[in-house]
């Protein structure tokens, strides 16, 4: 297996069709479909269903392409750390968000990036933790800010701040306090992310624990939508104050109350792959995304900025 052959298999994975692939890499057809039968041999597996209208992957193929993606994406790094300087940075990023953090730090993270790096590329990937922390481990995002990452040896998590939950009603469809005990969650309908999500899996922890019974009415895996139903009165949603804080709440059809006895919190932290090399660029945006989250978040009180030292380096 060489490096061509990855190449090769990944451009008419993303194209379906090896006629397009060989267009787009200026390069002929039978030599592409020779680079793709020499790696079916190499494996012993076939990658590709053929048929009138192009290709499409069978099942070992579809497996082939995570892994194919992240070892380019690996020596694309490899490639621009050797010739990269710490004066003139190059290369290309990608950096994975939670909804709430990229609606608040998006805009200030791209300014910034393109102002200390105008050589260099972002791609910003939003998307709920957890499979943005599979996209993280499988090479195809360089970091990630989360919110309470599962631990691992692969990853280094780095605390930035802990920030609280909030939970998230329609305004005026039912009388609650303005802030609320953890308790008064029993007997409420609530709208969470599938199984496991952060968020969720602390929540349910905490009701395990004191004897609270949760009723999980609807299962939803957008932010923007649980919101929206949140407002139509369908639900109500145990939220970080992120929400809050980037504006989510709408035109005021929604409310939000911090919930306490006890206050949960939440971890939102950097993460990054602990045995993947850094590049200087990679280096560099890690600084830029520190001073960003929080200047962010700097002057809201439901937020702690919280010392810790990576862990998994």
């Known amino acids: 297996m060489d490096l061509r052959q990855l190449e090769c298999f990944v451009r008419v994975a993303e194209l379906g069709s090896f006629s397009r692939a060989a267009a787009v890499a200026n390069t002929g057809q039978p030599g592409l479909s020779r680079a793709i039968r020499g790696l079916e041999g190499e494996i012993g597996r076939t990658l590709f269903h053929r048929n009138g209208r192009g290709v499409t992957l069978t099942d070992a193929g579809a497996r082939l392409l995570v892994h ?3 070892i380019l994406h690996q020596l694309d790094g490899a490639r ?5 300087a ?12 939670p909804p709430s ?3 608040v730090a998006t805009v200030a993270l791209v300014r910034s990036f393109r102002e200390r790096f105008p050589n260099a590329q972002l791609a910003i990937v939003e998307g709920l933790t957890v499979p943005l922390q599979e996209r993280l481990l499988a090479g195809h995002i360089d970091v990630g800010v989360f919110h309470n990452p599962a631990p691992s040896p692969l990853l280094a998590i780095e605390p930035l701040l802990s920030e609280a939950l909030c939970l998230i009603s329609a305004r005026g469809r039912r009388r609650l306090p303005r802030r609320i005990a953890f308790r008064a969650l029993e007997g409420l309908g609530l709208i969470f992310p599938s199984a496991p999500h952060p968020i969720r899996s602390l929540v349910e922890t905490e009701a395990a624990r004191r004897g609270v019974r949760l009723t999980v009415a609807m299962e939803i895996d957008a932010v923007g939508s649980i919101l929206q139903l949140v407002a139509e009165g369908y639900g109500h949603a145990v939220v970080p104050h992120t929400v809050v804080s980037a504006g ?12 306490e006895r006890p206050a949960l919190a939440s971890l939102v932290a950097m993460v990054t792959p602990a045995r993947r090399p850094m590049t200087v660029l990679a280096q560099r945006t890690l600084e830029l995304l520190r001073e960003v989250v929080a200047r962010s978040f700097a002057g809201d ?8 030292t990576p862990s998994g380096r």
């Open 101 to 103: 953090i990229g609606r």
């Open 86 to 97: 710490d004066e003139d940075v190059a290369g290309k990023i990608a950096i994975g968000l």
């Open 248 to 259: 989510l709440l709408g035109n005021g059809t929604l409310v939000a109350r911090q919930i």
């Open 80 to 84: 621009i750390a050797l010739r990269g």
């Open 301 to 308: 009180e439901t937020f702690r900025r919280r010392a810790g």
């Open 68 to 70: 194919a993606k992240g």
